[in-house]
T-cell receptor
Framework: DQQVKQNSPSLSVQEGRISILNCDYT??????FLWYKKYPAEGPTFLIS?????DKNEDGRFTVFLNKSAKHLSLHIVPSQPGDSAVYFC?????????????FGKGTSLLVTP | DVKVTQSSRYLVKRTGEKVFLECVQD?????MFWYRQDPGLGLRLIYF???????EKGDIPEGYSVSREKKERFSLILESASTNQTSMYLC?????????FGPGTRLTVT
């Protein structure tokens, strides 16, 4: 059963505007969340993360918000640029001894148009 | 700089063939992972390893096996390739809570 859900398979945003990508999770034991960005024919690259003890983390144009009570996180990109066009994966980690395998969502394909 | 390499970017194999996908990391990480990525399904964990010669099944291990004889190398083996194993295969290694991915191998089984 999918424990990390990205319910929007795609999103289109104009250059300069805000992109908001959403992610929901079902397992309240997840304690670390990450966003990865993936271009076609390349491996995912780490973008930004947030620990469950925080509700916001910011890195340049990228901000991740975590709402633990709603089991929801979102990635904000401001301002959006055409180079941001990629597939974005939300991932969650359990604090377990089994190697911190990540649970990934199915991804949201972001298209930023000029 | 972190580096995870995979032996092939593109691979075409026939049904029934034994297939080896190799992954090497140069960061002395203990944990390594194999995922497959399919459209609409995201990344799904096949196997992972937390030490040399140690392995754990992920969510979809059927039809696959792995080998970790050296810390830097983690191999994924398709014992008898089938067409439903056509996919993008991604290897990763872990440092703290972050995973670093290789460029992926696009495998086509005909």
């Amino acid at each position: 059963d999918q424990q990390v859900k990205q319910n929007s398979p795609s999103l289109s945003v104009q250059e300069g505007r805000i992109s908001i990508l959403n992610c929901d999770y079902t397992n309240s034991m997840f304690d670390y969340f990450l966003w990865y960005k993936k271009y076609p024919a390349e491996g995912p690259t780490f973008l930004i993360s947030i620990s469950s003890i925080k509700d916001k983390n910011e890195d340049g144009r990228f901000t991740v918000f975590l709402n633990k009570s709603a089991k929801h996180l979102s990635l904000h990109i401001v301002p959006s640029q055409p180079g941001d066009s990629a597939v974005y994966f939300c991932a969650a980690s359990l604090n377990s001894n089994s190697g911190y395998a990540l649970n990934f969502g199915k991804g949201t394909s972001l298209l930023v148009t000029p | 700089d972190v580096k995870v390499t995979q032996s092939s970017r593109y691979l075409v194999k026939r049904t029934g063939e034994k297939v080896f996908l190799e992954c090497v990391q140069d960061m002395d990480h203990e944990n390594m992972f194999w995922y497959r990525q399919d459209p609409g399904l995201g990344l799904r964990l096949i196997y992972f390893s937390y030490d040399v010669k140690m392995k754990e099944k992920g969510d979809i291990p059927e039809g696959y096996s792995v080998s970790r004889e050296k810390k830097e190398r983690f191999s994924l083996i398709l014992e008898s390739a089938s067409t439903n194993q056509t996919s993008m295969y991604l290897c990763a290694s872990r440092h703290l809570t972050e995973q670093y991915f290789g460029p992926g191998t696009r495998l086509t089984v005909t």
